[in-house]
């Protein structure tokens, strides 16, 4: 199917002609119907004679109305341009060019039709809207010549109609959806619909989909109908009514989109290029940008006359490429045409922020670039790009390197060095503070990095700027190779203390004993870390092989035992039997069978 809109000034036959292809009514209110006036957007289809089917979104021509026949223009990739020939080109003829060409639609015919009121005009008018569409993405389109309510020229139409159809890009279907709806009404028995014009992917009933609207949310498809057939499954293009039935009507509106989950940024801030209109040192600073059937009041900041940040009312889903139309809503007219160049946009908090941004927007391709994206940030995952709506992304640019896991990111090298040496150097200021610490924890080091320029963009790559600074993480820290083993200034006092523990392993040292070897919980504790010290308790230690040593003892004895005949074979303390056979238990090599007994617990073979 393709999906058709129309466009022209107010009264010059879209509706009649809509009408005259399809046998349907497109002005489906009786408003519409008593006044004569398209309002609001009407839908109609038909199948031509080659089979193609088309189906047709009749927009107003009323000025009063141009925000309705944005949100019928702005998802469609086809457009039906509709010249009176009694008429000729008039106002809303041009805003309704200017529109299309702001939404870069460059697939359409031009009609002119009510050709039987005024044959003699016909040559003046198609002069006229060759001359107003010189230039613009419609200015080779084909025109022909009919009267909607005669029947003449209809069949020519549709043959040029059929061709033009035939040249548009087939959609991808298996490209991420964004169904900007158009509606959404309640059906007694069924609940909520929406419909819209699919433009790219599939849809399967069963689907779940994020609807971007007032809240962000979770839904599923419940059913499909196109050209009101029940479906399972819908492609582009296409016009799709979709069954949302848990969700109220009241809360989806025109301009909502339902989107493939986190394939999507949904963002309310952008960067934009200006592509035709009011140039943005001159335009107003508050206007609405239409985009899809979304119209969202928005402000801008200028950059330059060319580029500058749109801060918009509420999050839509947005891709660097789409195009914008910017409406001065007292106005009534297209003020600008917009691309968006980013969406995922940097803070600007230092002076002359805006001057380097427009630069750096200046030389941006209207495509993106990969590869400053990556730059920016120091890092991205592939999928991000892809979700920005970059496309080649099949190769790593030249000067970047694919790394994590599945090569999921790519990366500038320059970025890794710069978070390697504030690694290294906090790092190396920490352990020059205190010598004993294990290193520098992870969330410290995680603190540091996410305040460098770039900040690292997510803890996952900390193992590589750990790597990269020759450094190792282990236990939650961050330390150069080699830093547990080597206890410094304590040293001396742990070597003299294995001595006394080799000739007495169980003579545990007391507190003076271990004040007078200048040893206090930190250096006991980074001497149990470097495996030369066992602590039962913060301030009393044995050598590593004390527990081994402990059952060949304990083994030794007539079962169960008491902890007084455990003390002896030991030849130690009550403060150190104690807690050592506690925590024997506590490994499960001794049960404790009664206040004053135990015995040792039999190893699997
Ligand atoms: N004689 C003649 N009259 C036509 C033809 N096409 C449309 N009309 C008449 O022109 C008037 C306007 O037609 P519509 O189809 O409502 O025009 P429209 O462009 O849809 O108008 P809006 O939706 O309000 O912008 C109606 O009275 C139609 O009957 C035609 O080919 N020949
Ligand atoms: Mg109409």
Request: aromatic residues 4%; hydrophobic residues 45%.
């Amino acid at each position: 199917m393709y999906v058709v809109a129309t466009a022209g000034h107010v009264d010059h036959g879209k509706s009649t002609l809509v009408r005259a292809l399809t046998g349907m009514e497109p002005d489906r209110l009786a408003e519409e119907q008593r006044r004569g006036l398209t309002i609001d957007l009407g839908f109609a289809w038909t199948t031509l004679p080659s089979g193609r089917e088309v189906a047709f979104v009749d927009v107003p021509g009323h000025e009063r109305f141009l925000a309705n026949m944005l949100a019928g223009v702005g998802p469609a990739p086809v457009v039906c341009f509709v010249v009176a020939a009694d008429k000729g080109w008039q106002a809303q003829s041009s805003d309704h060019r200017d529109a299309i060409t702001a939404l870069g639609i460059r697939h359409g015919l031009v009609v002119v039709t009510r050709a039987d009121r005024a044959p003699e005009q016909v040559p003046i008018t198609i002069a006229e809207t060759r001359a107003a569409l010189a230039g613009t993405s419609l200015a080779s389109a084909p025109v022909v010549v009919v009267s909607a309510t005669e029947g003449t020229g209809l069949s020519d139409l549709v043959r040029r109609l059929d061709e033009v159809l035939a040249t548009a890009p087939a959609p991808d279907p298996a490209a991420r959806v964004r169904l900007w709806v158009d509606r959404s009404f309640t059906i007694k028995g069924a609940g909520t619909v929406v419909t819209g014009s699919l433009t790219a992917g599939t849809l399967r009933t069963g689907d779940h989909l994020t609807l971007v609207g007032e809240t962000t949310r979770t839904v599923t498809v419940r059913g499909l109908h196109s050209r009101n057939q029940a479906v399972r499954e819908v492609t582009a293009h296409a016009r799709v009514a979709v069954n949302l039935r848990e969700l109220p009507a009241e809360s989806i509106h025109r301009g909502d989109a339902l989107v493939t989950p986190d394939a999507w940024p949904v963002t309310d801030t952008i960067d934009v290029r200006r592509t035709m209109g009011t140039g943005f040192t001159e335009a107003p600073q508050r206007f609405v940008v239409h985009l899809g059937t979304a119209a969202a009041p928005a402000r801008l900041r200028p950059f330059d006359d060319d580029h500058g940040r749109l801060t918009l009312s509420r999050p839509l889903p947005l891709q660097l490429g789409d195009r914008l139309v910017l409406r001065d809503p007292g106005a009534h007219s297209v003020l600008a045409g917009a691309l968006v160049l980013d969406v995922d946009v940097p803070a600007l908090t230092r002076r002359g922020d805006g001057a380097r941004r427009a630069a750096a927007l200046a030389t941006r391709p209207d495509g993106g670039d990969p590869a400053a994206e990556v730059e920016r940030r120091g890092a991205i995952r592939v999928e991000r790009l892809r979700a920005f709506g970059l496309t080649n992304l099949d190769q790593v640019p030249a000067g970047l390197t694919a790394v994590g896991p599945g090569d999921g990111w790519w990366l500038h090298p320059p970025a890794l060095d710069r978070w390697a040496e504030a690694l290294q150097r906090a790092v190396t200021a920490k352990l020059a503070a205190e010598p004993l610490a294990p290193g520098l924890p992870q969330g410290t080091a995680l603190d540091l990095l996410k305040r460098q320029t770039p900040p690292l963009p997510d803890a996952t790559l900390l193992g590589l700027v750990v790597n990269r600074a020759g450094l190792e993480a282990r236990g939650g820290t961050i330390r150069p190779p080699g830093h547990a083993t080597d206890l410094g200034t304590a040293e001396p006092g742990v070597a003299e203390l294995e001595r006394r523990l080799r000739e007495r392993p169980f003579l545990a040292p007391e507190a003076d004993d271990l004040a007078s070897l200048h040893l206090g919980i930190r250096e006991l504790a980074a001497a149990e870390r470097a495996g030369r010290l066992l602590r039962l308790a913060d301030q009393l230690v044995l050598l590593p092989d004390a527990l081994a040593r402990a059952m060949r003892l304990l083994a030794a004895l007539e079962q169960p035992f008491t902890t007084s005949e455990a003390r002896q074979a030991l030849d130690t303390t009550r403060r150190v039997i104690i807690p050592l056979l506690e925590h024997l238990d506590a490994r499960g090599w001794t049960r404790r069978l009664d206040p004053t007994h135990r015995q040792i617990v039999p190893r699997n073979p």
